[in-house]
């Protein structure tokens, strides 16, 4: 079974509309952390957000938060104000296991979103 | 301050052919990471090094060895290059925060292609 599902391989949203990108996780562990990435064409990976399992409120970060649903396993990326430079591809990734001074990732497939003015 | 930087940034080769991608970090990271990315794959990963000295396997090390030569510098080998082997290559390095958080700072990439 995948660890992390991204079930939109596209997403379109107009410019200053909020847009939510689906994640799902797989874990049996208690710790874990989840993180989002950006990359746009230019192929650098730029970090936008982390959650914690054990965080009791959901992360924010300016017009980023992510909307974690333990019960449920998902980690949904909510982008607010869209904004044409926000087109991009956008990867979530998890950590697994307890905080040991380094974290392996696992990525899902991406979900490429366009925005149009 | 550079952050994360790799060498080459393109590459090509012929089958049986070897190579090494340079990766080096100015943020005094203890661990660094390499992964492929290939097209609808999202980004595997290749091996890591938790910390100077150490090196372990990750999801997928078939056709690569790496070397941690230094806390700085952390390098990918392809012995006998494969066209499978066609693939960004990205290294990455982490480090502990006060929060718990161990965001990963990637460099720019690889660009392999194996003919």
């Known amino acids: 079974a995948q660890k992390i599902t991204q079930t939109q391989p596209g997403m379109f949203v107009q410019e200053k509309e909020a847009v939510t990108l689906d994640c799902t996780y797989d874990t049996s562990d208690p710790s874990y952390g989840l993180f989002w990435y950006k990359q746009p064409s230019s192929g650098e990976m730029i970090f936008l957000i982390y959650q914690g399992s054990y965080d009791q409120q959901n992360a924010t970060e300016g017009r980023y938060s992510l909307n974690f649903q333990k019960a449920r396993k998902s980690a949904n990326l909510v982008i607010s104000a869209s904004q044409l430079g926000d087109s991009a591809m956008y990867f979530c990734?998890?950590?697994?296991?307890?905080?040991?001074?380094?974290?392996?990732?696992?990525f899902g497939k991406g979900t490429m979103l366009l925005v149009s003015p | 301050n550079a952050g994360v930087t790799q060498t080459p940034k393109f590459q090509v080769l012929k089958t049986g052919q070897s190579m090494t991608l340079q990766c080096a970090q100015d943020?005094?990271?203890?661990?660094m990471y390499w992964y492929r990315q290939d097209p609808g794959m999202g980004l595997r990963l290749i091996y890591y090094?938790?910390?100077?000295?150490?090196?372990d396997k990750g999801e997928v090390p078939n056709g690569y060895n790496v070397s941690r030569l230094n806390k700085r510098e952390f390098s990918l080998r392809l012995e006998s290059a494969a066209p499978s082997q066609t693939s960004v290559y990205f290294c990455?390095?982490?480090?502990?925060?006060?929060?718990?958080?161990?965001?990963?700072?990637f460099g720019p990439g690889t660009r392999l292609t194996v003919t």
């Open positions: 990455a390095s982490s480090e502990a925060r006060a929060s718990g958080t161990y965001e990963q700072y």
């Open positions: 990734a998890m950590r697994e296991g307890r905080d040991s001074g380094y974290s392996t990732l696992t």
């Open positions: 090094s938790a910390s100077e000295g150490t090196t």
């Open positions: 943020m005094n990271h203890n661990s």
